[in-house]
């Protein structure tokens, strides 16, 4: 039929929409409208590319669906489902085929796809390479200096690129946008969801808070097929059974968990369970902690779901539904999830171009995570309104749309049986603290941009170091699966270790900074010139496309615009640069002992989650420690610098920094020096 159409001959008269709805797989008809659009559009696209008609791709694709089984489970109908010959890359490749040879818009759609990677790397290099050819030819300097600067400025100028392109995609429009099904109309499926909350029991008031927080998780989902469970153990001991009043709360948890199954509202269903494990002692840690931490609770629990070992010392809740369980939700005790956000999830796991694909224990397609956008909010929860479950309101990101799979970051949708079989055995124990950066290289993840999960920004300085600390270990520590050849008998994917690289990347933004600002001020002002650029660069290409899709109102108010976007970047410089002596000397810190535990082995698994060290009302110490050799520092730096080397760029930076040390430790700001936060939650 296509080949006719091709040459062409007269087709019956009927529209694509109705050759679309003769689905041999019978999807069509149980995907929400928002993917039959994109089905609409994907059509609209091809044939617009390769210069046909919108009703020649519909039924060559129609034709080449129907070669194919029909399986029973709507998520295996594959290569049956006309969408797969319209969204797929494969399937799209099939489709070429199938109506011309001809590809003379390879070269241009090659271009449009790729053309970030070659200016996430072309850029950098290219402007890296001009300014050190300035930093060589300028005059005598020492050459480990001179490597040092340029190593300082690429850093700079990746993360720069980093944000110049995702800007112009957010401007572009999102390109990948997983299909989904209509859930209502697939019921039939096992869709059976448990939302797993990982905590440590710390006193009575954390417990009711994460009891509270697992009421209204369930209440936002009770149309699903979904239950909530507690996964918790005790915080970390120099022994055993310390006499410290544990069994009572977790006799307290248990006794709540209880009360809410009987609860009217919840009888019914009985939707509650409490999960607790026994601390284990480390030889690493040299202390009695939870085996693995948060990455153990969660692979102990799907391997009780999977293969019915049971780890758990104490449970509540009927276990035998449990291993019933399909998906599981891995949520944090502060989360806020949003109504429809498990919603849209699951809808999008169950399309069989998501749903995913393992033969022989090795991934063939499909997504074994699928994460939610992340919504960080700031101050109380009075004050964070409905803004935050706007999924319009958050940024796209660039890596998800050109390669198609993301970084998991902690919280998002499992599909138990593949997540478990990719994962079991392939992290090595004793080492991972950022266990999520791993599992996104073994099991492909997916982001649902509309699904939307707001988390809290910490309660204060100290715990924002706290947790920025640890980020930044586990960052480091994860350099172990780039230097070790093979982890666990299993080599990490290459898109992991493009992950792990990224985020060393950043981590070393601030100490970037803090080296080229002071070296250039020292050495050679044209340095600072460069580093203001590549700061500013970022903001300044946002302002400028923000100018320019302004919308309506008169000349005077477009200028008004123009003017203010011009005035933003320069501020935001400032800010940035304010706070990075604080940030580079946490950063140091935390590569340091990442370094010295890698050598030695010892306290890898260091860690305490934020919630856990608010109410435990813990400060870190080395957070004021760092504030106040900061302020000694930079007060002696300025001192020489005037004094002694009548260098005044010295000086205005070290009193810069000076100024914002003296005001983080009187305010006690909980504003974190860096853009790291941001990138990786984002």
Not at 13 to 37: F, K, N, V
Not at 111 to 136: C, D
Not at 582 to 587: D, F
Request: net charge positive; charged share 20%; hydrophobic share 40%.
């Amino acid at each position: 039929m296509a080949h006719n159409l091709a040459q062409g001959q007269t087709a019956p008269a009927c529209s694509h929409e109705t050759i679309l709805m003769q689905d041999p797989a019978g999807l069509y008809l149980h995907l929400d409208e928002e993917t039959r659009r994109e089905y609409r559009r994907s059509v609209a696209t091809l044939a617009r590319l390769w210069r046909t008609t919108e009703q020649v791709i519909c039924c060559s694709a129609l034709e080449l669906a129907t070669q194919h089984l029909v399986p029973l489970d709507i998520r295996l109908r594959l290569r049956s489902h006309i969408g797969y010959y319209l969204l797929d890359t494969e399937g799209r490749k099939s489709l070429r085929s199938s109506i011309t040879t001809s590809r003379q818009n390879d070269v241009r759609t090659w271009l449009k796809r790729w053309w970030p990677v070659m200016l996430y790397y072309i850029g950098p290099l290219a402007l890296t390479s001009a300014i050190a050819f300035e930093i060589w030819t300028a005059g005598p300097q020492s050459t480990v200096l001179c490597v040092v600067i340029t190593g300082c400025i690429l850093v700079l100028a990746f993360t720069a690129s980093d944000g110049v392109i995702s800007t112009f995609t957010r401007f572009q429009g999102r390109c990948c946008v997983l299909p989904r099904v209509d859930l209502a109309t697939c019921q039939s499926l096992n869709c059976l969801t448990a939302i797993v909350i990982p905590t440590k029991l710390v006193n009575e008031a954390q417990i009711r808070a994460v009891i509270s927080q697992a009421k209204m998780h369930y209440r936002h989902c009770r149309h699903l097929r979904a239950y909530v469970v507690l996964l918790t153990d005790h915080p970390d001991s120099h022994s055993a059974r310390p006499d410290d009043g544990r069994d009572d709360l977790l006799s307290l948890c248990g006794t709540l968990i209880r009360e809410l199954n009987r609860d009217p509202e919840f009888a019914k269903e009985e939707p509650f369970y409490l999960l607790h494990r026994d601390l284990q002692f480390s030889s690493s840690e040299q202390q009695w902690i939870g085996w693995e931490r948060k990455r153990g609770k969660i692979l102990q629990f799907l391997r009780f779901v999977h293969h019915g070992e049971n780890s758990f010392s104490q449970t509540v809740g009927d276990m035998e539904r449990l291993r019933q369980t399909e998906y599981v939700l891995i949520m944090d005790d502060d989360l806020q999830l949003c109504s429809s956000s498990l919603q849209l999830l699951l809808a999008t796991h169950l399309h069989p171009l998501n749903h995913p694909h393992i033969e022989r224990g090795s991934w063939v397609r499909g997504f074994g995570i699928l994460q939610p956008s992340i919504q960080l909010l700031h101050g109380s929860p009075d004050l964070w309104g409905e803004d935050w479950r706007n999924p319009e309101k958050l940024p796209g990101e660039w890596i998800f749309d050109l390669l198609g799979r993301t970084p998991f970051y902690g919280k998002g949708l499992v599909h138990v049986r593949s997540y478990y079989d990719l994962i079991e055995g392939a992290i090595p124990e004793g080492i991972v603290l950022s266990h999520d950066i791993i599992e996104s290289g073994f099991v492909p993840c997916g982001r649902v941009f509309e699904a939307v999960i707001g988390e809290p920004l910490p309660t204060g300085h100290a715990i924002s170091c706290q947790r920025i600390h640890r980020w930044l270990r586990g960052d480091w520590q994860n350099t172990y699966f780039l230097l070790a050849t093979r982890a666990a008998g299993r080599q990490l994917p290459r898109f992991g270790r493009f992950v792990i690289v990224r985020h060393l990347k950043v981590s070393l933004w601030d100490i970037s900074v803090v080296v080229a600002l002071f070296c250039g001020a020292a050495l050679q002002p044209s340095i600072v010139l460069w580093v203001v650029v590549i700061v500013m660069l970022p903001s300044y290409v946002d302002s400028a496309l923000d100018a320019l899709h302004g919308t309506g109102g008169s000349g005077c108010i477009t200028v008004s615009r123009i003017l203010r976007e011009a005035v933003r970047p320069p501020l935001q410089m400032f800010h940035l640069v304010r706070l990075a002596g604080h940030g580079a000397m946490v950063a140091a810190d935390a590569i340091i002992r990442s370094v010295i535990r890698l050598t030695t082995g010892r306290k890898l698994l260091q860690w305490e989650a934020s919630t856990s060290a608010a109410f435990r009302g813990s400060r870190f110490a080395l957070c004021t420690v760092y504030l106040w050799l900061e302020i000694v520092v930079t007060l002696v730096g300025a001192g020489f610098a005037i004094i002694r080397y009548k260098n005044y760029p010295v000086a205005c930076l070290s009193v810069l920094w000076l100024i914002s040390a003296v005001d983080v430790l009187v305010s006690k700001s909980r504003e974190m020096p860096q853009c790291y936060q941001a990138n990786r939650k984002t």
